[in-house]
């Protein structure tokens, strides 16, 4: 069993920075790992992804360049990192775990590849 907890959400304004973190509990932490989005009246989205010791990522076209994720498996923690933050970031932002280590990019972005979620944490960009 494994649960997520994310923090770090808040209300910025366009073009800061904000440093999202998802705590995992459990044996081990040797999973695949990601962030999605959902924005008010949307479908949950796919944000970014790391394998199990940070070696790969994968990232969303629309965060590429400006989102960042790692991980530090010591502390069982992922984060992401968001700098020059758009209106359009506006969503709860949720973190999961995919307890296989595959991390073919064809899948990563499907929710149904992830076991286990945490409840989100609200991220508002003012424009």
């Known amino acids: 069993q494994v649960q997520l907890v994310e923090s770090g959400g808040g209300l910025v304004q366009a073009g800061d920075s904000l440093r999202l973190a998802c705590a995992a509990s459990?044996?081990?932490?040797?999973?695949?790992m990601a962030w999605f989005r959902q924005a008010p009246g949307k479908e949950r989205r796919f944000v970014a992804a790391?394998?199990?010791?940070?070696?790969?990522?994968y990232y969303a076209d629309s965060v590429k360049g400006r989102f960042t994720i790692s991980r530090d498996n010591a502390k069982k923690m992922l984060y992401l990192q968001m700098n020059s933050l758009k209106a359009e970031d506006t969503a709860v932002y949720h973190c999961a775990a995919d307890i296989s280590l595959s991390f073919i990019r064809a899948t990563l972005s499907d929710e149904g590849e992830y076991e286990y979620w945490g409840q989100g944490t609200q991220v508002t960009v003012s424009s």
């Open positions: 459990g044996r081990t932490f040797n999973y695949v």
């Open positions: 790391i394998n199990w010791n940070g070696g790969m990522t």
